[in-house]
Every structure is written in structure tokens, then in C-alpha cells.
């Protein structure tokens, strides 16, 4: 080979390893890049684990509230399930058979699309009148301590009044979603609903169930100012059910002087205040950290409906005001997950029912707590997912389920496009 060749051929060495390393760098440069695709995905991760937070918190609170009902209904049941002749367990067997026939109608209900639950709502209205009639039929209704509630025969028995708090809000959010931007809402769906809760109300009176009643009221209501309804026409409404309401709320002697025990019950320690004072003490003698699970004079019978309507008297003496603080706080961030997961919605129905389920559940909370702690009177509702109780544990978890599920099938919102950098030789 001449020398004028080796001479090219050595030149061009260095030519041909620096577009070697152009290229090697060319090719390492969409790698280096290639983390920012990662980078989205973390980012969508992310944003999709911050928008499932409401989810998660509907079903830590129902799940740590149900939970915690049932050392609570043990411990506070015992005594009247040997006075009523059974087992000490009987009533916490029966509790942990509705807690889990509730999980499964909760699941279930949590896959029902909206599109099926909005066919239903004339099937369960018109079911639940009917079943509220079937009460006060000879031989199909039960009756105890005073009212008659229950439908069935042996140990299955059903409360028509807490299926009709379900199927207000889902016949209340269809109308809503129809009617509620027309011209006159007025006769579009405050008149409609009056006509319902009104219906509904004096059949739910005449059990007498009053809780039950203020319950379905104000989660109708409640509804109807978050549809947009001018204020003005949902005052107006209210005031037109509340007047009468309140009269036939104290007709009765003994509801009279029920609700008016509250203002002073010390002086009605003896009768028509009994339960308040037993309460008030059992959470005083509670103090701050409380007398143990069984441990409270709850357990012995001292508070009279302790497993039910004063649950949360029980929740005082036996985890003192550090267990009550975060049952108040699980209420509190389960109302405030179900308002954001309505405020999410863009269907109209679909917002609609879970701004009833989150009030629905949210207001019976108020009004138990309020009657246990004598802030407000006493109504005779349980609290809901820790209270004894079939018909109430199983149409709340229904509820909760409804809710959950909305929350779930709610799209996250898209991740911000990152696109790769591109570096390269000229």
C-alpha cells in the first residue's frame, strides 16, 4: 500500500470514531429522555391516587364506624339479651348477621349503574308506601315499646320507614335532575316534593317514628338548595311542612313532653327524662380516656336503650371523649368526602343522589349525638353504621355503597403531556 493511502486511511480514523460517537450519542440521547414518560406515569399515579382519596375515605369511615358498633353493641346488650330470655350474645350475633348481610347489599349496591337505579325509583317509592300502609294492617305489623314499625313474621322483620329514606332520595334526585332549570321550580318540584314528604311524613308520624320524619325533611330539602332552588322557595317550603309538622309532633302528650324534657331533663329525671340524665352521666362518669369496653355502668343495664337510639352515651362511658372525638371526626370526613364526590359530578341525577345519601346520613348523626348529649330532643333514631339494628345498618350501608360506587367510577383527571427532551449533534 503506498504512503499516500496509509496516510488517508489514518486520517480518516478520527473522522469515522467522532460519527461513531455522534451517533452513540445520538442514541443515548432519547434514553437520557426517556424518564420523562416515567415521569407522567408517576404523575398520573399520583393524580389518580389524590382523586380516589374521597373513596377511600367513604370506606375507611363506614368500615372503621361498623367496626367499631360491634364490641359497642356486645358490650351494651348483654344484660337485656339474658333478660329477654337467650343467649348474652344473642344481640351481637344478630348485629354481626346484619353487619354482614349489609357488606354484601353494599357491594352490590356500589356496582349498580345509575342508568338502573333511576328505573327503579318509582318501584321503590311506590314499594315503600306501600310497606308503610302494611304496618298498621292486623297481623302483618309489629309493634314495640309503644310504636309500630315492623313488618314480618319471626325473627324477619323489616322497618319500611328507613327503605322510604332510600327511595325519597332517589325518586327526589331523578325529579331534580328533570325539572330543576325549569322557569317555575316552584310547581316544577318544590309542590311535587311537598306532596311526597308530606305523604310519606304522616304515615311515618302515625307509627310514630318523629326522627325518621325530620330525617327524610331536611335531606329533602337539603337536596333542593343544592339543585339551585332559590332560597327563598326552599324557606318557603320547609316553613309549609314545618308548621304542621310540629303541630302533630305535639299533639300528643307524652311526645309533648318528650321533647320538651330536653330543656331542663333534671327535672324530669324520673320520666320523661330518664334516658337523657342516664346518658349525660354515663358520658360524664366516661371522663377523658373512659372505663374500657364493658367495663362502663352502660353494660349493666344503667342506660335503657344503650345498644340502639343512646349508642353513643355507650361510646362515652367506655372509650371516654377520646373515642367520642374521632367517631364525630369519621362522621365529619365521611360527610366531607361524600360533598366532594357530588361536587365532582357532572350528571345531574347522579350528584343529586349522592348529595341525598351524604345529608341522609350526615343529619341522622346530628340528630342522635344531639339527643344523646341533650342538645337536641330526643327522636328515637340509631346512629348510623354503629347502632343494633337490621333495617337501619343494612339501607345505610346500601346507601354507603351507592355512594362508594360513584366515587369509584368518577374519571381522574388527565395527567399534564410531558414530552421527551431530544438532544442530538448538528
Not at 373513596?55 to 346488650?77: E, F
Not at 330525617?215 to 327563598?232: E, H, N, Q
Not at 349508642?311 to 371523649?321: A, D, K, M, R
Amino acid at each position: 500500500m503506498s504512503q499516500i493511502a496509509i496516510e488517508r486511511r489514518q486520517a480518516g480514523r478520527p473522522a469515522a470514531g467522532a460519527a461513531r460517537k455522534g451517533r452513540s450519542i445520538e442514541r443515548r440521547a432519547p434514553t437520557a429522555g426517556a424518564r420523562a414518560p416515567g415521569t407522567a406515569r408517576s404523575a398520573s399515579r399520583s393524580r389518580a391516587a389524590a382523586l380516589s382519596l374521597e373513596h377511600r375515605l367513604l370506606v375507611g369511615c363506614v368500615a372503621s364506624l361498623c367496626l367499631l358498633g360491634l364490641p359497642l353493641v356486645l358490650s351494651a346488650s348483654f344484660v337485656d339479651a339474658i333478660e329477654a330470655g337467650g343467649s348474652p350474645y344473642s344481640l351481637f350475633e344478630r348485629q354481626a348477621l346484619f353487619l354482614g348481610i349489609g357488606l354484601a347489599v353494599a357491594v352490590a349496591a356500589s356496582r349498580v349503574s345509575m342508568e338502573q337505579l333511576r328505573r327503579l325509583r318509582l318501584v321503590l317509592l311506590g314499594g315503600g308506601l306501600l310497606l308503610l300502609l302494611a304496618v298498621f294492617v292486623p297481623g302483618i305489623g309489629h309493634g314495640a315499646g309503644g310504636s309500630s314499625r315492623w313488618i314480618g313474621a319471626g325473627p324477619v322483620q323489616i322497618q319500611p320507614s328507613e327503605l322510604m329514606k332510600l327511595a325519597v332520595v332517589v325518586f327526589a334526585a331523578d325529579l331534580l335532575a328533570r325539572r330543576a332549570r325549569r322557569p317555575d321550580p316552584w310547581r316544577a318540584v318544590v309542590v311535587p316534593l311537598l306532596i311526597l314528604v308530606a305523604v310519606a311524613g304522616i304515615l311515618i308520624m302515625k307509627q310514630p317514628d318523629l326522627g325518621t320524619c325530620m330525617v327524610i325533611v331536611c335531606t329533602t330539602f337539603a337536596m333542593l338548595f343544592a339543585a339551585g332552588v332559590p332560597a327563598r322557595l326552599v324557606a318557603t317550603g320547609f316553613c309549609l311542612l314545618a308548621v304542621p309538622g310540629t303541630a302533630l309532633a305535639l299533639d300528643a302528650a307524652y311526645r309533648r313532653a318528650r321533647l320538651l324534657s330536653f330543656l331542663d331533663p333534671f327535672s324530669h329525671a324520673s320520666s320523661t327524662g330518664y334516658q337523657v340524665v342516664q346518658s349525660l352521666v354515663t358520658l360524664g362518669q366516661g371522663g377523658l380516656h373512659g372505663s374500657g369496653i364493658g367495663a362502663s355502668p352502660a353494660t349493666w343495664g344503667y342506660l335503657p336503650n344503650g345498644y340502639t337510639d343512646f349508642i353513643f352515651g355507650v361510646v362515652g362511658g367506655n372509650l371516654g371523649v377520646f373515642g367520642t372525638i374521632p367517631v364525630i371526626a369519621l362522621f365529619a370526613a365521611f360527610t366531607w368526602a361524600g360533598l366532594r364526590v357530588a361536587h365532582r359530578e357532572k350528571d345531574l341525577f347522579t350528584r343529586y343522589v349522592a348529595v341525598g345519601v351524604t345529608c341522609w346520613i350526615a343529619l341522622q348523626a346530628v340528630i342522635n349525638i344531639g339527643g344523646v348529649i341533650d342538645a337536641l330532643p330526643v327522636t328515637g333514631i340509631p346512629l348510623p353504621f354503629i347502632s343494633y339494628g337490621g333495617s337501619a345498618l343494612i339501607v345505610s350501608l346500601a346507601g354507603a355503597g351507592l355512594l362508594a360506587g360513584i366515587a369509584r367510577r368518577q374519571a381522574p383527571a388527565p395527567a399534564p403531556i410531558v414530552r421527551p427532551a431530544v438532544s442530538g449533534t448538528r
